[in-house]
């Protein structure tokens, strides 16, 4: 079938000029023949893309698409149904004149004669690039959340919709055994029939997030602690419909800070242990000196006494010579005494 020719704004939508003047004005509206090519494009069209008419009008569909999306043969197929007379509706990647990304939602129409012939299409868009690189960039936080966050989902009974591999490796589920189960599995059987389980449940229904620590229970039953925020989330109605759970694992974390509080108790009754003893030792010690003391005093009446006996023992003369000898050593001994004495009073006192 040959091409129409081109028609300019007025002729598209005969008998209907408001209509297509409120379309015109919201719009990126264009219209191509049935090979593709460029018919005519409004001014809202030609700023979007950053051509002037003169160097859009005649060139092919394919001028506004990535070279791979050009190429394919989705794309051939997209053209094979518009002239077969389908609608085509969706979000498409385009580029503009300077090669830059631009997305836009449309509708792709087959344009009928008045012999119910297809001789054109024309396409009523939106420009959404900025909607789409903002949801682009949402979906690459949630995928960086995904790789380093144990996510998991549940409705507001506490049912399970969905979970990442994270989740399901740390709890230890497979993926079906694990929808749909309840959240209570999760937790120890004392926390469940606890008024603060039925608590956490009814806050987050009322659309209050819950941070913190929490100690739960993986497949096989052994303990898991998990640094945790259970976030509502809100529909359309601004009500909480769903519950998101983003969790780590600090499992390691609670057994260093328990081993930590050990330790530091055992520091404790060490220093209680040492302090005890360091009171007896300095008690021993008060009481070593009084001895040390006493001895001392009992060398130096010794010595006195043995001072006299040397005098005693020269008076008496070659009768007191044998007493003089004992005297002397008695002295000696006093002498060894009082210097011992002194060195432990000194030991004492460092």
Known sequence: MSSAAAPDAGQIWQ????????????????VFDLEGRVAWANGNFLRAFGYRHDELIGQPHRRLCPSDVAISHD??????ALRQGRVEKGTYRHIDRDGRGIWVEASYSPIVDAQG????????????????????????????????QAI????????????????LSLMGYSRPAAIGGHHSRFCTSDYVQSPAYA????????????????????????????????????????APCKIVKFARDITGEIRLEAEAAERLDQAERFRLIAEDRKTDLEAMLRDMEHIVDRIAAIAGQTNMLALNASIEAARAGPAGRGFGVV??????????????????????RR
């Not at 794309?75 to 094979?80: G, P, S």
Request: charged share 25%; with cysteine; hydrophobic share 50%.
């Open 15 to 30: 008998g209907n000029e408001p209509v297509f003047r409120s379309i015109d004005q919201a719009h990126l509206v264009a």
């Open 75 to 80: 794309y051939d197929l997209f053209w094979q």
């Open 117 to 148: 012939a297809f001789v054109q299409i024309i396409a009523i868009a939106a420009d959404v690039t900025q909607r789409c690189l903002s949801d682009a960039e949402a979906q690459s936080r949630l995928a960086a959340i995904d790789r380093s």
């Open 152 to 167: 998991v989902e549940f409705d507001l009974r506490g049912h399970v919709l969905a979970a990442n591999d994270i989740f």
């Open 199 to 238: 608590r956490l449940w009814t806050d987050l229904n009322a659309g209050r997030f819950i941070a913190g620590r929490f100690e739960r229970r993986r497949a096989d039953g052994s303990a898991i602690w998990l640094q945790a925020i259970y976030t509502p989330i809100l529909g359309a109605d601004g």
């Open 327 to 348: 005297a002397a050593e008695v002295k000696k001994l006093a002498d060894d005494t009082r210097s011992a004495t002194q060195s432990v009073r000194e030991m004492l």
